[in-house]
């Protein structure tokens, strides 16, 4: 019996048995098999089982909505996606640059979540601030990618940016907030909407305005959260006008300095988590009471500090659940990922020091009759374990000039940050003769060569590293997650992914969004570099 003389049904189960090379193959052989590995419910189960059993990246928004087509060329990037982060010496597959600003850097690049990593934000001041929404295209791109084109402009007079955030949900009518600055020194939050509907061009409308002169740090829907430099978190529904105030346990030092500076609000299981400079605390899940009334104060069910936080990056690990309508939902109390560099007072401190990685577990007693944690009950058992429990894993970085101390930690566990140049490598003679370069290059990057025969960018080999101006690099690793529980094996050493090639120029602001696999950098000479991973 031949292969094309099996029933239909038996022939569709086993193409999607198959690996995704041998369903590719087998589509040229005759016609019969090209309209086989061509239906939809083969590439549902493929993506079911080669993807997203492995803990691959992948775009899980698109899934339940996506014909046979797209389904395929969003399984087809996963995989490549997955080669580049299991395949160390893989370059990206793709730059681009261009001119956000002119005369100005670009102090913020953000990627709108949920939208295939086509649409960014980018922020710069030149007399006024301005927000500019950029059309990247979409991933992977149907077709030869286009140039990025600019689809609007936002830019009030008298007005400075003092914070901004964009929503963690695209079906939200709020796209983004920004805390305006009045010529008069007078503050407003205002939360903006960039896609109406009903066809039209991408433009920037008013949909909200919050009085206060906190600073937003996170956005999830109709939910807000902005914060002081001090200890203080407001929890708002703008919908709803309803608030509640988070209180942390430590007390600025001195009111005029951002002491404590909150990173990062992520809305967790059952609770918030608020990360700042120098604390880490959990919040019970608040009751939003309106705003013209006697609004709840929360103290936090859970403390712990690391010291002073450099940089930080937060993520759920990543724990879906995909139903047989291709329906995707949260598995509900994953663990937190914390992924910090640590700061030190110390001016004597060796130039190498590490990113490390911490894990907030679930808490198992979490739940269970009158263990609720509320504003009177704040006795009560905690979502989530604390301390965190420091992971095996640790990256080699260095200290330096670095104008962009991000870090952004994906859900299946890739890692992206900026690499300063060493901080001993110039000086005011612009040569040191004690230069730690060869030091610290060796440190981070173990496997590779030495940096006089290291290419500036992938594919440019005629560009070599000079030792004497050593350049700072996007540098990028595996964390403990998902990723690295389903492939044991999988390679966790830090590894250069991209160097800066401008002199005198700095990256001042970047993004990575990780199920697509795109990365946004922004420079101080106001020029975007985009790189697709795959």
Known sequence: MFLQDLD?????????????????????????????????????????AQVISQGYPFQYRRLANADAAELEQLV?????????????????????????????GVSHVRMLPGRGGRYLLTVYKGIWSMISCWDLGSVPSPSTPSAPTKVADWCPRNTIFSGFVVNSEPESEATLAVAVQHGGGTQIIQILSIFSGG???????LVCNIKTGFRPVALQGDLIAFSDDGSETMVMN??????ALLKGSQRPVDERFQYNRCLQILFAHRSILVVRARSVELFPEPELRPADGEYTTYSPIGFHTFGWIDGVSIAPQSGTI??????????????????????SDDPWASDVHTLEQFVLHPNPAFGAPGNLPSAENTESVPPYL??????????????????????????????????????????????????????VWDALNPDHQHPDDLPLNPGDPSSALDRSRAAESLCATVFEGPLQR????????????????KDNCNWTTFDYDEETGRVVLGSSDGSVTVLDLA
């Open 199 to 205: 066809g039209e061009a991408p433009s920037f409308q």
């Open 8 to 48: 239909d049904d038996i022939l569709i189960q086993l193409f999607t048995l198959l690996p995704v090379e041998a369903i590719l193959a087998l589509r040229k052989t005759c016609r019969h098999f090209s309209q086989v590995s061509r239906l939809r419910f083969v590439w549902q189960k493929v993506c079911h």
């Open 486 to 501: 389903h492939h044991s094996d999988l390679r966790s050493t830090a590894r250069t992914l991209w160097v800066q090639t």
């Open 386 to 439: 604390f301390p965190p429990v420091r992971a095996e894993q640790t990256s080699p970085t260095v200290r330096g000039f670095l104008r962009c101390r991000d870090i952004v930690l994906g859900p299946c566990g890739t890692a992206l940050w900026i690499q300063p140049r060493a901080a001993r490598t110039a000086h005011l003679t612009g040569y040191d003769v004690h230069s730690s370069t060869t030091q």
């Open 322 to 343: 995909v139903d047989a309508n291709d329906v995707v939902q949260s598995s509900g109390h994953e663990p937190l990922s914390i992924l910090l560099r640590a700061e």
């Open 238 to 243: 703008w919908r709803k006008n309803t608030v």
């Open 76 to 104: 087809l990037h996963a995989l490549r996606l997955s080669s580049f982060w299991s395949s160390p010496p893989v370059a990206p597959s793709r730059s681009v640059d261009f001119q956000a600003s002119m005369g100005t």
